[in-house]
């Protein structure tokens, strides 16, 4: 009996989910679902710099508020996503000169973090996202190209400038277990903290999928983060299947999402998990991954499905 977010809360940890805008003003049962299950949530696009800065130095911040009201309203709370990423950028910062983009950077941090330093609802933010390459190399991202890997330092100096409080994270997806991607990240966080670079926090986005097996080694892999001195925390967990959907494929996705969550009880350090929403009706997966679906814990018409029963039991 009980919500995941009692659950959680009594272990510690947090639950999340990614929450998106437009169901949050118009459906009373995303909502309720929103605000009773989950104990921290985070703007599943609404924070990003696309959303906030559409042209350069004017801000729109209707969305993002509209997330951190409902969280504070509901004793919740939020996860800034994401500062510094290539993608949901707009065109004007990607074609600006390496001083004027540094500048830019800076000036979007100083202010969307800014918005919310005095803010106790807001308590951590993915500053950099997606920084690395398969093979753990660094990205090209336009962000690389023009100012080299000296934007993640800097990016991380900004948001603390901005927030002394917040708890500043690094994420990326495909670094769940130990492989050239995330020992590449472990390598950068390594070194940045030697640096006295203020990244506190490491994301696994946690984008899996059935058919391509679980990462076995999650908690190895969060505790070698751990012991670095940085939190841990699962921020963008879904489980897809190719479909159709089947109930063999349902428990096996609610054995993923028992693993996630077993790993992150394990670990100290792991501070929750976070699902990239929460109903099958809206999800990124089908729109992004063709002839793939139903990723999250309860269908399309807001009935639970074994995947939410396993995260309840796992708390
Ligand atoms: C996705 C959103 O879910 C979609 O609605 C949007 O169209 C594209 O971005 N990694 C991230 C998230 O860090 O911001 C992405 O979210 C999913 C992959």
């Keep these: 009996d009980g919500t ?21 003003a118009n459906e009373t049962a995303y909502r309720n679902i929103a605000s009773t299950e989950f104990s921290q949530i985070t703007a599943e696009n ?8 559409p042209n350069d130095n004017q801000y729109t911040f209707t969305g993002a508020d509209q997330i951190v009201n409902f969280a504070t309203q509901n004793n919740q709370q939020v996860h800034g996503h994401t500062l510094v990423w290539h993608s949901q950028t707009p065109g004007w ?19 969307v973090v800014g918005r919310y330093a005095n803010n106790a609802t807001v308590v951590s933010w993915d500053v950099v996202n997606e920084a690395f390459n398969e093979d753990g190399t660094f990205r090209q991202s336009f962000w690389f190209n023009t100012l080299g890997q000296s934007y993640i330092a800097d990016a991380f100096r900004a948001a603390r ?6 708890r500043l994270c690094i994420n990326d997806y495909n670094v769940e277990g130990i492989n050239a991607k995330s020992t590449a990240m472990f390598n950068l966080v390594q070194s940045l903290r030697a640096q ?18 679980f990462p076995n080694d999650i908690q190895q892999n969060m505790q070698r983060f751990a012991n670095l001195g940085v939190q841990v925390r699962v921020t963008e967990l879904d489980v897809r299947m190719q479909t159709p959907r089947t109930a063999a494929k349902d428990t096996t996705q609610a054995q993923y999402y028992t693993n996630v969550i077993n790993a992150c009880n394990a670990v100290t350090a792991c501070a929750g998990v976070t699902i990239w929403g929460f109903t099958d ?4 997966v089908p729109d992004t991954f063709s002839g793939e679906g139903f990723a999250l814990i309860y269908d399309n018409n807001y009935a639970i499905k074994p995947a939410y029963t396993a995260v309840h039991n796992a708390l």
């Excluded at 009706?281 to 990124?284: L, Q």
């Design 46 to 53: 609404a924070m990003k710099w696309e959303s906030t800065e």
């Design 281 to 284: 009706k809206y999800s990124w």
């Design 161 to 166: 400038a901005a927030d002394p409080n917040a």
């Design 196 to 213: 006295n670079v203020p990244v506190d926090c490491v994301g696994f986005q946690g984008h899996l999928a059935i058919q391509f097996g």
């Design 93 to 111: 910062v990607q074609g600006l000169s390496a001083t004027n983009m540094r500048a830019a950077m800076n000036e979007h941090i100083a202010t």
């Design 4 to 24: 995941l977010r009692m659950h959680a809360e009594e272990r510690g940890k947090f639950i999340g989910a990614a929450i998106a805008t437009s169901p949050l």
